[in-house]
T-cell receptor
Framework: AQSVSQHNHHVILSEAASLELGCNYS??????LFWYVQYPGQHLQLLLK??????LVKGIKGFEAEFIKSKFSFNLRKPSVQWSDTAEYFC??????????????FGTGTLLAVQP | SQTIHQWPATLVQPVGSPLSLECTVE??????LYWYRQAAGRGLQLLFY??????ISSEVPQNLSASRPQDRQFILSSKKLLLSDSGFYLC?????????????FGSGTRLTVV
């Protein structure tokens, strides 16, 4: 079964600082990888995803993530954060050939607070 | 376009009372449906998923049950709530067999058992 680890539970940054949130997964097969974001009081929404091709994927609002297969990692990055990036970030994985169930397994989340 | 509705938004229930949370999806047919619980510091825990009417799979043993009486309706229930059932419950849907498409989430229900 898949599992996902997010190493940073709370991150506090000043505006314009660079961001990197770690995500590692455990699964022996081929996976799809996702980052979701939950802004205060809002729905969980998809930030970006990787399922094939270029391992460096770009998402909304200037975020990007790099899939490093040898490290089982999918770290999220942003060169310069803004106060509006304050949110909780979740990494998630599912098995590419998991059939009809399409179950997403989530990490424990990272709470990012950006100070103006 | 597809939308997902979840209600109520907040709920305060006494211990031992029953529970029914409802989730409906519009604009798609034969979706996969999911119930997650979000607890602080524990991420999103998958509780149940369904790939069709009447087909429910449970991921973790617990005091809750789920049902899918119609194609686009997913209900989370309990006969007697426990204090430990408090949490934030999220419903989600995905395309059947489309593993790279991720999920669309509802707005969630904050349940407090007192």
């Amino acid at each position: 079964a898949q599992s996902v680890s997010q190493h940073n539970h709370h991150v506090i940054l000043s505006e314009a600082a660079s961001l990197e949130l770690g995500c590692n997964y455990s699964y022996g097969g081929t996976v799809n990888l996702f980052w979701y974001v939950q802004y205060p009081g809002q729905h969980l929404q998809l930030l970006l995803k990787y399922f094939s091709g270029d391992p460096l994927v770009k998402g909304i609002k200037g975020f990007e993530a790099e899939f490093i297969k040898s490290k089982f990692s999918f770290n999220l990055r942003k060169p310069s954060v803004q106060w509006s990036d304050t949110a909780e970030y979740f990494c998630a994985v599912n098995a590419r050939y998991g059939g009809a169930t399409n179950k997403l397994i989530f990490g424990t989340g990272t709470l990012l607070a950006v100070q103006p | 376009s597809q939308t997902i509705h979840q209600w109520p938004a907040t709920l305060v229930q006494p211990v031992g009372s029953p529970l029914s949370l409802e989730c409906t999806v519009e604009g798609t047919s034969n979706p996969n449906l999911y119930w997650y619980r979000q607890a602080a510091g524990r991420g999103l825990q998958l509780l149940f998923y369904s790939v069709g009417i009447g087909q429910i799979s449970s991921e973790v043993p617990q005091n809750l049950s789920a049902s899918r009486p119609q194609d686009r309706q997913f209900i989370l229930s309990s006969k007697k709530l426990l204090l430990s059932d408090s949490g934030f419950y999220l419903c989600a849907w995905s395309i059947h067999e489309g593993s790279e498409n991720g999920y669309t989430f509802g707005s969630g229900t904050r349940l407090t058992v007192v």
